[in-house]
DNA sequence: TCAAATCCCATTGACGCCCAATAATGCCCA
DNA sequence: TGGGCATTATTGGGCGTCAATGGGATTTGA
């Protein structure tokens, strides 16, 4: 189980700092990280937050841009311009910065997404906005390549 | 018999702890499952339930889509943020977590329906409003069949 | 020097782990 | 076939541990 996994909405105390929910500092321990770094999502009010690895991830997604357009450039910038190191103090808290409630817009609390290797933070409210448009997406993708009906309860399983 | 089969609805106790039927406690030692993977259904109001394959499907199948692309990310939102691993007490219960309360409702009883290779768990009152919904579509699509194909002798169907 | 960040300690409550009691089930034997 | 026995499932609850939280004290840095 080294996965970030599940949904977890945690508050920010009246010094501005907030837990990590326990899961995921098992993970954090459990991949090895000793820092996190937060990165602004490109079109959504969130933040990646991960290990060395997601830097990684996000450069080879900037490599998959052809170098010459500009919109290579434009990723790179506000990837490395705006990115943040996250450390956690002694209990396992962040402090929610400027950096973070700028992007997110989060106010008294937070919410924690797994998403497998790493993680995101987002305001609650707009988090659920989200997911609701992704559920919506995805049940449409489904109903689209519909080729086996079960019972009804169609849930696209790989099998 | 390594399958999750038939129904049954159990009390959560005080301490919001449902014991998993024994059958399916029988078929998820049969399959080596040291924890539960749960994952909120897209259009009802359930949880699928099955061992860490069934992630690990879900995981491959992402694998296949371009990293880049919404598809992708969009998958990987949905089974990592509204996905959880389960763990059973010595006893073989469960903690009826506010994951599993916010997506079926379930105040103090839940329905284990057996799925073949995993399971799904319920609301009861949703489960019953389902399963009718369920049967009707099937009797509708059957009996579309037998008009199509002039059998005439429409079955009476036992409700 | 002031404000903010960090460390440290205390409190609260939830959860995991354990043991016990009761109910349900299947099995064996007469 | 029926009753008695043994095993297991289901439940209830005690207790210790740890996560989450609050707040005072201390350090850092502008």
Redesign the pocket.
Known sequence: MDRFLST?V??I???????????F??VIMARGYQELYALRCLDIPALDVGGPDLLDAYEARIASEDPFLQTADDMSFFIHGDGDFL?M?????L?V??FIRAHTHVADQIAFVGRGKHFQVWEPERLSDYSADVRARLLKLRQAKLVQTGSGAVQGEPE
Not at 13 to 23: E, H, L, Q, T, Y
Not at 89 to 93: I, N, P, Q, T
């Open positions: 977890a945690m508050n105390d009246a010094k501005g700092r907030v837990s990590v929910p326990g899961r500092r098992q450390k103090d002694s209990e396992g808290r402090q910065s400027d």
